[in-house]
């Protein structure tokens, strides 16, 4: 609800934001219901990006699942390999 995450910044005045939230569901319904999860977390990050930028937070921290890279990435992961392979076909 982007005017209660609005409000919250308001009240609560945060310097930093560390953003680990998202509606996240096993193999069967990320399977099932894949626009529903990619809607629901992108409205999830976007009223947390825009709350923040309006309260002037000073550091924002975006988490990511190791399930964003490709299959079969190097190990130890990088930011450099996102988007350079297909992803395990769970996770798509």
């Known amino acids: 609800n ?4 609005q ?3 308001e009240q609560e005045k945060p310097e930093v934001v560390i953003d680990a939230a998202a509606r996240v569901g096993g193999i ?7 626009y529903q999860f990619l809607m629901e977390n992108m409205q999830i990050q976007n009223n947390l990006i825009e709350a923040a930028l309006k309260a002037d937070v000073s550091k924002f ?3 990511g699942s190791s399930c964003i890279y490709p ?3 190097p190990q130890p992961l990088k930011e450099d390999y996102l988007l350079t392979g297909p992803l395990e076909p769970t996770n798509e």
Do not use: D, G, T, Y
């Open 7 to 9: 409000h919250f910044f």
């Open 28 to 34: 069967l319904a990320n399977h099932e219901f894949p």
């Open 61 to 63: 921290i975006f988490l």
């Open 71 to 73: 299959k079969l990435a």
């Open 2 to 5: 982007q005017a209660e995450v």
